[in-house]
């Protein structure tokens, strides 16, 4: 083990089910790392949002173990079932469509507590109980085999990112514009908060006030990374990168004969979700370059504590969205029903279907391209952890 290694994070962004991606890019890291006999933790700050706020609270249940933390993940999206994820008899669906009508159809006519989303999510908190141990995380902390675990939710009465975190150092809270990092005793609602996708899952209510997906609000998901004391981040994001040609291209040949929920949901979704980890990974690089041309002694005289970062992204090799909706003839029945609703085909709505494709047939495929991807990444990868 390195002397004075460096305090490395994990920074994982939201996407519902495309997540399983990042379980295998992480399963590849830590084979990699096994393989070279890095010994050492490879992380010990873990912060995320949405379905990355998931993968990374397992994670950090298991910070001292992370070939075990990486098999926990990979086997928990590997076994998932949609009905892991929501309620998804018949008689829950129907409940929820005749609510929504009901309510639509009647207006303000009857005082009663209004419907704020689709689907329901309950069976995700009892998959999760089990799974993610927050006991362990702090006896991590205390043990200082863990440094910091951040998870961002999205208040609905203020309109702010909230960085909810625990650390094992003297970390007081930041605040930004519109964002806010607040320490606290992390528990499973945190994780259930930082899940629910706006319409489509119900808020959770944390103390006074109710809390929404986390990607909704947060643009810049390395900052409770950094915050927490991450001098290297590794951030697995869950968009396929185009090239300036590629976006001309596909802008100028696509075309629609007509559009439905779901084309307009997805694009929303990708927007929350997909844009703000590759918008906050250029700021830290011009943030890197500036700082270059400032003598390193100044460095403890600049405001905010500014640092050079060193960061790596690892992104998906081929289109998420088009792999789930090649695949959607393969779902579930219920689950193509629900897709269906929504107008997704397969040439429509591909994105819609890459978030709620909680089954086998998607989620297996993930892994193997996440895992494909992380091994084609050897080289940069041994070269961030010092390997």
Known sequence: ?????????????????????Q?????????????????????????GESAGAINVSLLASFADDFPRGTQELWDCWNDLEMDDILATSPAALLTNATRWIRELGLGGLFDRKRPVYLLDNSPLKKYLK???????????????????????????ATGSAISFYESSVSTGPWSRSHRLGLPTELKLDHVMASTAIPILFPPVRIGQSYYGDGSVRLKAPLSPAIHLGAESILAIGLRYYRT???????????????????????VLLNAGFLDNLDGDLERLERINNTLRLIPRIKHKELPNELRPITTLAMRPSEDLGRLAAENIETFGILLKFLLKGLGSTRSSGADLVSYLAFDKAYTRKLLKLGYADGLAQKEALLEFFGA
Not at 5 to 15: D, E
Not at 23 to 46: C, H, Q, R
Not at 130 to 156: M, Q, W
């Open 1 to 21: 083990m390195a002397k004075n290694p460096k305090t490395r994070g994990l920074v994982l962004s939201g996407g519902g089910a495309r997540a399983a991606y």
């Open 23 to 47: 379980a295998g890019v992480l399963k590849a890291i830590s084979d990699l790392l096994t393989e070279a006999g890095f010994e050492e933790p490879p992380f010990t700050v873990f912060t």
């Open 130 to 156: 089990p799974k993610i141990e927050f006991g362990r995380i702090r006896d991590l902390l205390h043990a200082n085999k863990l440094r910091g675990l951040g998870i961002s939710v999205t208040n609905y």
């Open 244 to 266: 300036a040609q590629q976006t001309l291209e596909i802008n100028e040949n696509w075309k629609m004969s007509a559009i439905s929920i779901a084309d307009v949901a997805g």
